[in-house]
């Protein structure tokens, strides 16, 4: 008979491994506490983009792909993934979701059996929070009974050129028979494991991987405001920079960041380093403070920009495209787009937004959802692209808009302002 695999979290993260493991012949049970989204799991409806419902619809009639919220439904596991969000609370790790998810598999934990932690954290986590949990619910002994490992998720929603399985997958165990055990497990799932000494350095590989690209983020939001400043176009020179072969990595300003890496995960390492060393991690907090603010000077722009047009912000219509923190995708976790929401309601403004990919329920309060039609961008006094999803036609939009202030650099015209 097959393994048996207990996910703990069928959302961005744990579902698309779920789907890979159920193709490649584990059995699989995939746990949330969210009802409406088993729901929709057991009628094979998708609450993921990068899981179709075909492909959903395909592993439920496999037989191996049970959705559930009964914990019992996971019992005798051979694997348990867990794959929980981790928010930040008032800047502060809230390990909550690891912790509950912990003692519902160590409930159940049995000897000879692996739990792989995949959420993102501050190094330290798998072996000070989950290990001491599983071992306490269980009354087994981590790597004497059970193995324990990390491994960082790496999933990127809406980019279909590098799926799970082509992503390769950082692996650690807190022993070798643990990290072997992890080893094999993903290595029947993706093309390359990248095996790692321990479990900090496997945690410390994500944080890394998300403050590199949160400084860099916020390196260009601070030179876009700048150049702006200047009379330089930014945009120009960092086409040009990107002719150079080496030595340079292309990154682009934006309204903000958002989703749960960039503006959660560095702080987790800064929150790490200040706690247990008492210092400041001085590039994430600039960071943070960078790209925090880029909400704000987008709507400082656009008043500016109304002002010259002789139209005061208060009263003026205006038209948010895109409500996704990223292209092409539903996940508004973080989002910009709910700060410049916010400022402009604040200062008066009639805001409007269209999303294709996002529900209107996740839309920021106090924003009519709208479809980006002729007519609805032609009543709006500007029209604002927070998001290039390619659903957009952003060609008429320009046609049809009376003013447009472009983030992503992606139109132009006479009528267009960019960052």
């Not at 998708?46 to 179709?52: A, G, K, N, R």
């Not at 599983?134 to 490992?149: M, N, P, R, Y």
């Not at 916010?342 to 409007?352: K, S, Y």
């Not at 839309?363 to 999803?389: I, N, R, W």
Request: net charge negative.
């Amino acid at each position: 008979m097959s393994d048996k695999v207990l996910f703990v979290g069928q959302g961005y993260v744990g579902l698309p491994v779920a789907m890979r493991a159920v193709e490649c012949g584990f059995r699989v049970v995939g746990l949330d506490s969210d009802e409406r989204r088993v729901e929709m799991l057991e009628r094979g409806v998708s609450p993921v983009e990068d899981v179709s419902d075909d492909r959903l619809r395909s592993a439920l009639a496999s037989g191996r792909y049970e959705p559930t919220v009964d914990p019992r439904r996971g019992e005798d596991f051979d694997f348990a993934v867990i794959s929980v969000p981790t928010p930040l609370r008032d800047g502060v790790p809230d390990l909550s979701h690891i912790t509950d998810a912990s003692r519902t598999v160590g409930s159940m934990l049995r000897a000879g059996s692996c739990v792989i932690l995949e959420s993102t954290t501050w190094p330290g986590t798998t072996e000070e929070v989950v290990g001491p949990i599983l071992e306490d619910c269980s009354g087994l002994v981590v790597g004497d009974d059970f193995h324990l490992g990390y491994s960082p998720e790496r999933i990127d929603p809406g980019n279909r050129e590098w799926p799970f399985e082509r992503i390769p997958k950082v692996v650690s165990g807190v022993d070798e028979a643990s990290l072997k055990a992890v080893c094999d497990f993903y290595s029947r799932l993706v093309e390359r494991i990248v095996p790692v000494s321990g479990c900090k350095e496997a945690e410390l590989t994500k944080l890394l991987e998300n403050t590199f690209r949160h400084v860099n983020v916020a390196l260009m939001n601070e030179l876009a405001m700048f150049a702006h400043d200047l009379g330089i176009d930014i945009w120009e020179a960092i086409d040009a920079a990107a002719t150079k072969p080496f030595g340079f990595m292309r990154f682009e300003p934006g309204p903000g960041v958002g989703g749960h890496c960039l503006p959660v995960d560095p702080s987790y390492l800064s929150w790490r380093v200040r706690t247990s060393l008492g210092e400041t991690f001085r590039f994430v907090e600039l960071a943070n403070d960078v790209n925090e603010h880029m909400p704000s000077y987008v709507v400082g722009r656009i008043v500016r920009s109304l002002n010259e047009r002789s139209l005061p912000v208060k009263g003026r219509r205006v038209l948010l495209l895109g409500i996704a923190y990223k292209k092409n995708t539903g996940d508004a976790r973080e989002s910009p787009a709910r700060g410049v929401a916010r400022h402009l309601l604040e200062l008066g403004a009639e805001v409007v937004a269209a999303d294709p990919h996002v529900d209107p329920v996740e839309f920021p309060d106090g924003v009519a959802p709208v479809d980006a039609t002729p007519e609805e961008v032609s009543k709006a006094d500007v029209v604002v692209l927070l998001v290039d999803h390619d659903a957009f036609a952003l060609d008429q939009i320009v046609a049809s808009a009376k003013f447009v202030f472009d983030t992503r650099h992606r139109v132009s015209g006479g009528n267009v302002e960019h960052l």
